[in-house]
């Protein structure tokens, strides 16, 4: 059972640009949350989704940053018109079909280089 | 608010010797508490919880100790191994799936 995938696991982007993360979940899980971490510290929660819904978006910028988990297809994450403070490991994690859950199952993250 | 921390960024032991990490956390509210090891290039891979109605919790080579009279968690690793060099991390659950996150504590092994 594959677990976790994230794509691409680096990525580089000039200042101004767009940076699309994927995170495909375990397999069974329908739950899926996006973690940033800044160097030096812990993760930060950002948002939680499940198949076409955005439960709780609460820790997500409110600008240029945004989630999608499409019925078909990897959960994104979108940053639009990227800065350097943008620079950081962003993580996504799954968990299983029976709710939401803090038992969750991390992804390898995608690490985001702004220059 | 909630804050969850770590009392040292760094530790390192000796290979064989057991291993002590700290972690004070601020909100009571929280149902669980877990601890995660993030090797370096990984995502953080779960060790252990612990309920919140619990003081004590062992695993395999691990045990979890919560005190909630003073807001302190700690995790210990019995006869540290090599293997166990990493960044470990304290997390509170203060709702059903939101997971808080201290700063980490890095465990270096030394042979």
């Known amino acids: 059972n594959a677990g976790v995938m994230q794509n691409p696991r680096h990525l580089v982007r000039r200042r101004g640009q767009e940076a699309r993360l994927r995170c495909s979940p375990m397999k069974g899980h329908s739950h899926v949350y996006w973690y940033r971490q800044l160097p030096e510290e812990g993760l930060k929660f950002m948002v939680y989704l499940q198949k076409e819904n955005i439960i709780d978006e609460s820790g997500m910028p409110k600008e240029r940053f945004s989630a999608e988990f499409p019925k078909e297809g990897p959960s994104i994450l979108r940053i639009q018109q990227v800065v350097r403070g943008d620079s950081a490991a962003y993580f996504c994690a799954s968990s299983p079909e029976r709710g939401p859950s803090y038992e969750q199952y991390f992804g390898p993250g995608t690490r985001l280089t702004v220059t | 608010g909630e804050s969850v921390g770590l009392h040292l960024p760094t530790l390192s032991v000796q290979e064989g010797d057991n291993s002590i990490i700290n972690c004070a956390y601020s909100?009571?509210?929280?149902?669980?508490f877990i601890w995660y090891k993030q090797e370096s290039g990984k995502g953080p891979q779960f060790i252990i919880d612990i309920r919140s109605n619990m003081d004590k919790r062992q695993g395999q080579r691990v045990t979890v100790l919560l005190n909630k009279t003073v807001k302190h968690l700690s995790l210990q690793i019995a006869a540290t191994q090599p293997g166990d060099s990493a960044v470990y991390f304290c997390?509170?659950?203060?709702?059903?799936?939101?997971?808080?996150f201290g700063a980490g504590t890095t465990v270096t092994v030394r042979a």
């Open positions: 909100n009571s509210a929280s149902d669980y």
């Open positions: 997390a509170e659950n203060p709702n059903d799936y939101k997971l808080s």
